[in-house]
């Protein structure tokens, strides 16, 4: 049996209500630990209740993914399953897809999570199984904050279709002012994710000299722009039916 971690080291052995029990004097203090003592059923109790309610909707939006990607591709959902278990990469994109719906908190991610998935699970070519496969942890990484950076640097075609968008080029400080909510280091960790993912591009670009209107020296970096994969992934929850905010 490992040795435990000397920050664990204290606590070996000590059954976990005891060491909330101590967290709880600790915090308090003098007479109000009592108190609090005799409040942590009732919000033990709610917390549990909270977290199976969490848990329980993992599971069925993890098994939603299969049943709408079936739906999308025209087949059963049993034959998803059947293909997933052919082989370790099939398996690892069902698995990838079903933890993110699992984790999604808006209906239009899994619903392009389970058209990539019947997409990958169902291609005969193993390129288009990898492709989806990027997708799918796309995806899993988009929430509502990432969401609003991609958002800002895409502008709609008036009078074209949806998804005709106009890919912007912004600074920092213009991304900034699109978006004024979001602080630096807020909005730093975001594009910094997105990156990650191969959504958005860094183009080098060389800017006007204020001074005399020539062109001024390349800013490699400082620009941001959303990428090809990213227009791809944005399409994918277009498709689903998400909308740009008002």
């Not at 968008?165 to 600074?171: A, G, I, K, V």
Request: glycine residues 10%; contains cysteine; proline residues 7%.
């Amino acid at each position: 049996m490992p040795e435990p971690h000397e920050i664990e080291g204290p606590f070996a052995g000590i059954a976990a209500d005891v060491v909330a029990g101590a967290v709880f004097a600790a915090v308090a203090g003098g007479g109000v630990a009592g108190v609090l003592a005799g409040a942590f059923q009732p919000i033990a109790t709610r917390a549990l209740e909270l977290s199976s309610r969490e848990m329980v909707g993992h599971q069925q939006r993890g098994v939603a993914v299969y049943v709408v990607g079936a739906a999308q591709a025209g087949v059963e959902p049993q034959e998803l399953l059947d293909k997933a278990a052919e082989g370790p990469d099939r398996l690892h994109l069902a698995c990838s897809a079903a933890q993110a719906a699992g984790e999604s908190r808006y209906p239009e991610r899994i619903i392009a999570l389970g058209r990539a998935l019947a997409r990958g699970l169902l291609a005969e070519d193993d390129a288009v199984l990898d492709h989806e496969q990027l997708v799918v942890e796309a995806l899993s990484r988009l929430d509502r904050p990432h969401l609003v950076v991609l958002w800002a640097l895409l502008e709609d075609e008036p009078g074209r279709s949806p998804g005709s968008w106009r890919q912007l080029t912004l600074s920092w400080v213009e991304l900034q002012e699109r978006i004024p909510g979001y602080g630096a280091a807020s909005l730093t960790r975001l594009v910094a994710a997105l990156d990650r993912e191969g959504l958005l591009d860094t183009p080098t670009m060389s800017t006007v000299a204020p001074d005399d209107g020539r062109p001024d020296d390349l800013h490699p970096g400082e620009f941001l722009a959303v990428s090809d994969f990213g227009i791809d992934v944005m399409t994918e929850l277009l498709q689903a039916g998400l909308q740009r905010p008002s």
